[in-house]
């Protein structure tokens, strides 16, 4: 009944800046918790960021800590990751989730999240 649509991948030198955007359809949002994951070729799906409902609680891994934000905006029905100071490393495919179960912490288990956006590219050359 819900669905994530992304924006704003793109190609950035290192060092720079990319905002993705995550808008969801289908009725529920402001009740998610909801995350960023990155997936590249042939490897598992990682946690990048994840925001609880009311957007107090912000966890990241430990890798883009400092350098990458997750925001949303529940009037708008989006989730967003602003991304600044990046490296040819952060080059992978993104990915937005939402949970259901509107919980109180932010989730880093990619097998909690319950629907899924479509992915964005995101490429970092030096």
């Known amino acids: 009944q819900v669905r994530l649509v992304e924006s704003g991948g793109g190609l950035v030198q290192a060092g720079g800046s990319l905002r993705l955007a995550c808008t969801a359809s289908?009725?529920?949002?402001?009740?998610?918790?909801m995350g960023w994951f990155r997936q590249a070729p042939g490897k598992e799906r990682d946690f990048v960021a994840s925001i609880t409902w009311g957007g107090t609680n912000t966890g990241y891994e430990d890798s883009v800590k400092g350098r990458f934000t997750i925001a949303r905006d529940n009037a708008k029905a989006a989730v967003y990751l602003q991304m600044n100071s990046l490296e040819p490393e952060d080059t992978t495919v993104y990915y937005c989730a939402g949970d259901f179960g509107g919980r109180g912490r932010t989730v880093v288990d990619a097998d909690e999240y319950d629907v899924w956006g479509q992915g964005a590219q995101g490429t970092v050359y030096a």
């Open positions: 289908g009725l529920v949002f402001s009740t998610f918790t």
